[in-house]
């Protein structure tokens, strides 16, 4: 089982920060606080979208057929989440 | 059976543009079939059995509510969201008009005109409360009353799957819309 990676707090659902990374080979760990890149801010459904969208390249319609929604549809959920990645204060 | 169930919750979320706009167009050619047939005047959130009408009159007056609320919400769909295509909003009211064909039915052997003329010869002659209502005539109103919702429901999920209208200003100026354009398209309709 791939594990997922936990972005929020299980106790308060802030966003978690990486602060320990550690290399496979040597064991050598480096440790900090750094964020969390935008990507992963993002909800699992919302990163699904942005890789579908990549994968169609950019064609909003093409998705919309991949996904067997409509097209205004596919257009609401990218401007929503554009709208979340400005708030997201980027 | 699972997409069925969808498309009467949200026919704009699922369908392609292509397939809203054919079988919007094949419902409202049907619409006006139908409403020739049973000789019955649509005016929006209204219809009028008395009148005697050509099929010119009918088509004008469909094509009239056709292009007065594509107009009109499309210019709303404008403000609200530049993004907004003339397509979607048409497509929403080919679409949300079908169900209201289904109100046409109702005058079957002359039975809405017999109804409302019953009526008016009562309020001109003062009994009016006398009117018997028959059981069957109730079904009939909240019938009637049930798709006049049901279009309503279909106008407003299309104009805000169309333009991404999510505050209470959208929705205020949508409704807004729905009571003006329908009293002056029926003040249209009936002046032709």
């Known amino acids: 089982m791939k594990a997922k990676l936990p972005t929020q707090c299980p106790s308060c659902e802030t966003l978690l920060s990486v602060s320990q990374l550690s290399c496979e080979t040597c064991q050598t760990v480096v440790q900090g606080n750094y964020p969390l890149p935008v990507f992963l801010k993002l909800s699992p459904k919302e990163q699904e979208f942005i890789l579908q969208f990549f994968l169609t390249s950019g064609s909003l319609k093409e998705m919309a057929s991949q996904l067997g929604i409509s097209y205004p549809t596919v257009r609401n959920q990218l401007d929503d989440m554009i709208q979340h990645i400005k708030d997201l204060n980027i | ?192």
């Open chain 2, 1 to 192: 059976m699972k997409r069925l169930l969808q498309f009467i919750k949200n026919p704009f979320e699922i369908s392609s543009d292509k397939s809203l706009t054919t079988t919007g167009i094949i419902l409202f050619i049907i619409g006006i079939i139908l409403a020739y047939f049973f000789q019955i005047q649509l005016q929006i959130l209204r219809v009028n059995p008395l009148v005697k009408l050509t099929i010119t009159d009918i088509i004008i007056g469909h094509l009239i509510i056709l292009s007065a609320l594509t107009i009109v919400y499309f210019i709303l769909g404008k403000i609200i969201n530049r993004k907004t295509r003339l397509l979607d909003i048409l497509n929403m009211v080919l679409i949300s008009l079908a169900p209201l064909y289904l109100i046409f039915f109702e005058n079957i052997n002359g039975y809405m005109y017999e109804e409302i003329h019953q009526m008016e010869e009562a309020i001109k002659s003062g009994g009016i409360l006398n009117i018997k209502t028959s059981i069957f005539s109730v079904i009939i109103s909240v019938l009637s009353i049930s798709i006049t919702i049901y279009f309503i429901y279909l106008l407003f999920i299309g104009f805000k799957t169309a333009t991404n209208a999510k505050k209470i200003w959208h929705y205020v100026l949508f409704f807004a819309i729905l009571f003006i354009t329908d009293l002056l398209c029926s003040g249209l309709i009936n002046s032709i």
